[in-house]
């Protein structure tokens, strides 16, 4: 038996059958673990370094800088922040000579073959330290190029967000770079910039620039950050910030002048407007200032000045303007949106908002929020827990993230809040489900305009199941109490994906294209959950039952490629390329299928074509699991070697169906599996569930092979895996039900 946990540390030891305080230990210790941490509003540079579509930072400096020399160099310098030590593969495609530092200890220099092979991709493992991390890229430039893509692989699920270097840059977003130096001038040398000190010190002036120029600084606010319109155009600007008023202050005095007409709203309410250029002078109570602040400021048919100056005294004391939310190096305490279109009127609640995007008045399309510096955006990004390579994501909040396993965890959350009747679970769960969609549709426009998002990474780079089914299916599940017309907005995206866009086998069973990946063209049993939960809630919410339809037919092509009926279990994948399956029944690929099948039998209506063949398929599959239960209520990564450890999601996902089974009666012989559930649930609360609601016993996420070593010995156990955070509160409620069914307690 495998051992995760003593006897005493276990939540059952401390709890007995409570098994409502257990649920509530877990579902407490994941909200209190992962607080509602927002996105990271920063600073960020659109002339600077963008990414690709893949996620690689873009550094061709033969586009920058055109007369660069023969074996002149190019140094990006960047930060990255890690909340605990954490493994990936970074990724790097030279053109040139390229040599890549981290922490001033080389990882990496480019040979000839790596230069001059055109698609040529070098797999970096790196190490990032608990705290701050440097990163420095030397490029030299030949004849035949200048430059690399670099990043971290996968890099919408690994994500590597880079901050500025230099304390006159601190908490901006992206790299810096140097224009064309003398090569070795940094790392050969063995000298390195101070990326702690101000940017003067190192000597050099590095890109993109943070400071006006002389001529520029002289133009009004609006004018120089979006120029004077072409031919004439009469248009609009919003300046948006908030007044410091201090407690004992009675009344404030703002002054000011603007080259156009201007009105000034305070917590929404105008309080001073002018027709034309002048001054702007008003007196308000103290009271009356105690919010954010928005002016719009217009242009003018043929305005050759654009701007406006804004100052509050409370009698001789100035008072100072603040950001109105927090923009991390943000250079001025404004931010700006513009230019827009003088004939539409808005009403200032409308138009303040970080998500916000606006129509041009100039036809270029849309655009967010400004800085009064050169091309400086506000953008938003997601800085909590970032994946490993083991798909651990360390101790830093895992709120605002959208991925699969996040999914099963917000569906636990929302099942556990109701059998508790616990409101506020509900809430929290909501609220990580909100900042995702919420932001979607910036997200898309964020996507377009960068390269690459910076928020929402999987949901809007949506390539396979894994990145849209199981968190849009508990999306869905939240739908069903908030009624949150943005939730139906994803989910048509990801229906349309499933049904339109995602590729099938001829008999139309999705499967994984995954072109020049190792998993190019295979069936994942994981790609069940990833699909037929959203289906079917689609299907109830929309009315549409070819949804419905739809998951049911591809349950029972899963069944002819993976099922094995000699074990009664499930192969974890199929590859088209070997044109077998791996026949290795992994746990949790199993505990995925039986699990779908469960959600799928409740909504399939009784009278489904489909629906017999797939109640067989349940009982078929219920046996088989069965068979391989250990003594201590557990079953092992691969469900059939006793040599496997014993791992928990699986058990939970195992627990959760055989209680559904018994529950909505779709067992011939309940009484077995009644007791599989309970005696699985027992074995997961006094062996891997801790008193402090911790989860051990979960193995990390999978990739495949047609070898059971794999997984034994490659997948190892994370505690708090959010693979098995969720499915232990699922099977708990399930446990609960079937224990008020069966009259025990």
């Not at 008003?282 to 043929?302: M, N």
Request: proline residues 4%; glycine residues 10%; aromatic residues 12%.
């Amino acid at each position: 038996m495998t051992s995760y946990i003593e006897p005493r540390e276990s939540i059952r030891y401390w709890m007995g059958e409570d098994d409502a305080g257990m649920l509530n230990t877990v579902a407490g210790r994941f909200t209190g673990a992962n607080p509602e941490i927002p996105f990271a509003l920063r600073s960020f540079a659109q002339s600077g370094i963008l990414q690709t579509e893949e996620g690689y930072y873009n550094f061709n400096f033969n586009e920058r800088f055109r007369d660069a020399k023969q074996g002149e160099a190019a140094y990006a310098l960047g930060l990255v922040w890690s909340d605990d030590e954490r493994s990936i593969d970074a990724g790097i495609m030279p053109f040139s000579p390229v040599r890549f530092y981290l922490n001033e200890q080389l990882m990496y220099r480019s040979g000839a073959e790596d230069e001059m092979k055109p698609d040529a991709k070098i797999v970096i493992p790196i190490l990032l330290n608990k705290g701050w991390n440097t990163l420095m890229i030397e490029a030299r430039r030949t004849e035949g190029g200048f430059g690399c893509y670099f990043g971290a692989q996968e890099g919408k699920v690994r994500i590597l967000q880079v901050l500025s270097p230099f304390a006159d840059r601190q908490e901006a977003a992206g790299w810096v770079y140097t224009g064309p130096l003398a090569a070795g001038t940094f790392g050969d040398s063995g000298v390195f910039p101070d990326a702690g000190a101000r940017e003067e010190e190192s000597g050099l002036s590095w890109l993109p620039v943070t400071g006006w120029s002389h001529e520029a600084a002289a133009k009004r606010n609006l004018e120089r950050i979006f120029g004077i319109p072409a031919d004439g155009l009469a248009v609009t600007g919003y300046a948006w910030s908030r007044l410091e008023v201090p407690s004992g202050v009675e009344t404030v005095e703002l002054t000011g002048h603007t080259a156009g007409r201007t009105t000034i709203w305070i917590d929404g309410h105008a309080v001073l407007e002018t027709q034309d250029a002048g001054e702007l002078q008003c007196e308000l109570p103290a009271a009356a200032c105690r919010g954010d602040l928005l002016v719009r400021c217009d242009s003018g048919s043929g305005a050759s000045k654009w701007g406006f100056e804004l100052q509050a005294h409370s009698g001789s004391t100035q008072l100072e303007f603040v950001l109105p939310v927090p923009v991390h190096g943000a250079p001025s305490p404004w931010l700006y949106a513009g230019p827009l279109s003088a004939e539409v009127q808005e009403e200032p609640k409308d138009v303040m908002s970080v998500r916000r995007l606006f129509e041009r008045a100039d036809g270029d399309g849309l655009s967010g929020w400004s800085l009064d510096a050169p091309d400086r955006r506000v953008r938003p990004f997601y800085e909590n827990a970032m994946l490993s390579n083991k798909w651990t994501s360390g101790t830093a909040t895992n709120f605002g993230r959208w991925d699969y396993p996040l999914g099963v965890t917000m569906y636990g959350l929302l099942q556990t809040s109701r059998a508790l009747g616990r409101k506020d679970i509900a809430d929290y769960a909501r609220a990580h489900i909100d900042i995702c969609t919420a932001w979607y549709a910036y997200s898309v426009w964020d996507r377009d305009t960068y390269g690459f998002p910076s928020i929402n990474h999987q949901l809007v780079l949506i390539k396979m199941l894994d990145n849209c089914g199981s968190f849009g299916s508990a999306m869905l599940e939240a739908y069903t109490e908030s009624g949150n017309h943005d939730y139906l907005k994803v989910a048509e995206v990801i229906a349309d994906f499933m049904i339109n866009r995602l590729e099938r086998r001829e008999d139309g069973a999705f499967y994984r294209l995954c072109v020049g990946e190792y998993s190019a063209d295979t069936m994942w049993a994981d790609d069940l959950y990833m699909s037929t939960p959203f289906l079917s809630r689609y299907a109830l919410i929309t009315g549409d039952h070819s949804y419905l339809d739809e998951a049911a037919h591809q349950f029972l092509r899963y069944r002819e490629y993976l099922f094995m009926p000699e074990e009664g279990t499930m192969s974890h994948v199929y590859d088209f390329k070997y044109g077998k399956a791996t026949r290795v029944p992994w746990g949790r690929g199993n505990g995925w299928s039986l699990f779908s099948l469960s959600e799928l039998l409740e909504r399939l209506p009784e009278d489904h074509k489909d629906r017999p063949a797939l109640l067989s398929f349940f009982q078929e599959l219920c046996a088989g699991i069965a068979s391989y239960q250990g003594a201590s209520g557990l079953w092992r990564q691969v469900i059939i070697d006793p040599d496997a450890y014993e791992e928990a999601s699986c058990t939970a996902m195992f627990a959760y169906a055989f209680a559904r089974g018994v529950r909505f009666g779709w067992l011939e012989d309940p009484a077995p599996f009644a007791d599989a559930a309970l005696r699985a649930w027992q074995g997961l609360t006094g062996e891997a569930i801790d008193r402090r609601g911790s989860v051990h016993g979960v193995c990390s996420g999978s990739r495949y092979s047609f070898t059971g070593d794999y997984y034994k010995f490659d997948l190892l156990t994370v505690v708090n895996d959010n693979h098995g955070t969720g499915i232990m509160m699922l099977a708990g409620v399930e446990i609960m039900k079937l224990k008020g069914m069966l009259g025990s307690h």
